[in-house]
């Protein structure tokens, strides 16, 4: 189900960016608003960058400790430790990226919208009949 929602993911990606990006004033104001959102993302990379290290430790270090519940029937302690602070640190690594990633396609998106909006409303409405904007 996963690898479906990414393919279809994939499908209006490529059919949104196939769109016209607008007027050159559009993309002017669009491109400000990357810069604007760059100075956000940032401090916010910055951060979060700064606290997933520790945090993957703190995990690591409470599963190591604490009796772990059911887990150790199968593997040890230590190993159970090390995969969870693994898991966490790239699961907070991917849900930095997923939020780089989000910031630019949306605003990608929306000046494709807004481009198409001026024109006609049916250009707006995806081929598939869903609207990928939801």
Known sequence: MAILALLLTLYWMLWIFGR???????????????DASDGFLRPFIAT????????????????LVLPNLRLGEYLSELAVAIFLGI?????????LGASICS????????TRVASAAR????????????????
Request: glycine share 4%; charged share 15%.
């Open 20 to 34: 016209d990006e607008g007027t050159a004033d559009l993309r002017q104001v669009s491109d400000a608003i990357l």
């Open 48 to 63: 979060v960058s700064t606290v997933i290290a520790p945090c993957s430790l703190l995990v690591f270090s409470l599963y």
């Open 87 to 95: 898991t966490f640190l790239l699961g907070a690594i991917f849900a």
């Open 103 to 110: 910031a630019y396609m949306n605003l990608r998106m929306h």
């Open 119 to 134: 024109r006609s409303y049916a250009e707006t409405s995806s081929p598939t009949g869903v609207d990928p904007i939801v």
